[in-house]
């Protein structure tokens, strides 16, 4: 079956770092177009991170975690890392994975999220 997973989450101490793995099952045919990591907490919407294209190499960042986070993309193909540095209490949430597979593909997947806690 084609899913979206997630994994790498934890509790770790506030300055600490983390690093989420997301990645798209083989059972999709064809290579993701990007893959981008979104964050929710009980108390706040669903917000963009960080974003990598497959299409030209780009990275894109929400300004909240400019400098201290890194999406990269991984050798095993639709797989993306995040690389959580100097993190913060604020960070403190359920991370979920989006891969799109373009323009022509009738929806993009959401993994199920993994659960980032820092402590302070």
């Known amino acids: 079956q084609a899913q979206v997973m997630e994994s790498g989450g934890g509790l770790v101490q506030s300055g600490g770092s983390l690093r989420l793995s997301c990645a798209a099952s083989e059972a999709f045919r064809f290579s993701m177009d990007a893959m981008s990591w979104y964050r929710q907490t009980p108390v706040k919407e669903r917000e963009f991170v960080a974003a990598?294209?497959?299409?030209?190499?780009?990275?894109t960042y929400a300004d909240s975690v400019k400098g201290r986070f890194t999406i990269s993309k991984g050798d095993v193909k639709n797989t993306v890392y995040l690389q959580m540095n100097n993190l913060k209490s604020q960070d403190t949430a359920v991370y979920f994975c989006l891969a799109d597979p373009g323009l022509f593909a009738p929806r993009k997947y959401w993994g199920q999220g993994t659960q980032v806690t820092v402590s302070s």
């Open positions: 990598f294209s497959f299409v030209n190499g780009t990275t």
